[in-house]
């Protein structure tokens, strides 16, 4: 079984600001990392994924996360966040096994501060 | 436009009732799940199904049941038998063919006095 810690459920950021949100996850077995966001009131979306390949994988918005396989790590990154980022994000993990099922981390709540 | 849609977006009972909720996607997607969202406690998994008439329980099944009688659809039922039952469900969708990304419906917002 998998699991994922998000530790930050709040992340207070001033607008064009740096902003790292972290995500471990503990699995016995080889994953997949996924991070999603959700704006107030709606579904979740994918931001992006690693399933395999180069360890950084980028966003069309300008995020990005680093697969870190030793530190168990899959944090997410910007390096300039807008008011528009304001959202709940969510870190999410898969094993590669077929299994399709999601474990998701609690979410960290990211608000930008004019 | 491909997607899935949640009707209906809020919905309200009396305790003791039971409710349904429905969840389409015109994806062609295999397969389906149901999330269950409570503040500070991320996505719960209810049930998921990998293909027609079949489904499996997730981590939190107990007062909910489900059916998959077509691909398209997978609906459903809060019973009068869940606890607690007042929350944002989400349903999400996936192909079995190795992209692992599950696409989301915007939810429904179920309370129940």
């Known amino acids: 079984a998998q699991s994922v810690t998000q530790l930050d459920s709040q992340v207070p950021v001033f607008e064009e600001a740096p902003v790292e949100l972290r995500c471990n996850y503990s699995?016995?077995?080889?994953?997949?990392l996924f991070w999603y966001v959700q704006y107030p009131n709606q579904g979740l979306q994918l931001l992006l994924k690693?399933?395999?390949?180069?360890?950084l994988v980028e966003s069309i918005n300008g995020f990005e996360a680093e697969f870190n396989k030793s530190q168990t790590s899959f944090h997410l990154r910007k390096p300039s966040v807008h008011i528009s980022d304001t959202a709940e994000y969510f870190c999410?993990?898969?094993?590669?096994?077929?299994?399709?099922?999601?474990?998701f981390g609690t979410g960290t709540r990211l608000t930008i501060i004019p | 436009d491909g997607g899935i849609t949640q009707s209906p977006k809020y919905l309200f009972r009396k305790e003791g009732q039971n409710v349904t909720l429905s969840c389409e996607q015109n994806l062609n997607h295999d397969a389906m799940y149901w999330y269950r969202q409570d503040p500070g406690q991320g996505l719960r998994l209810i049930y998921y199904?990998?293909?027609?008439?079949?489904?499996q329980k997730g981590d939190i099944a107990e007062g909910y049941s489900v059916s998959r009688e077509k691909k398209e659809s997978f609906p459903l039922t809060v019973t009068s038998a869940q606890k607690n039952p007042t929350a944002f469900y989400l349903c999400?969708?996936?192909?079995?063919?190795?992209?692992?990304?599950?696409?989301f419906g915007p939810g429904t917002r179920l309370t129940v006095t």
């Open positions: 699995s016995s077995v080889s994953v997949y």
């Open positions: 199904s990998q293909i027609v008439n079949d489904f």
């Open positions: 999410a993990v898969s094993d590669t096994f077929g299994n399709e099922k999601l474990t």
């Open positions: 690693y399933l395999s390949g180069s360890t």
């Open positions: 999400a969708s996936s192909t079995n063919r190795g992209s692992y990304e599950q696409y």
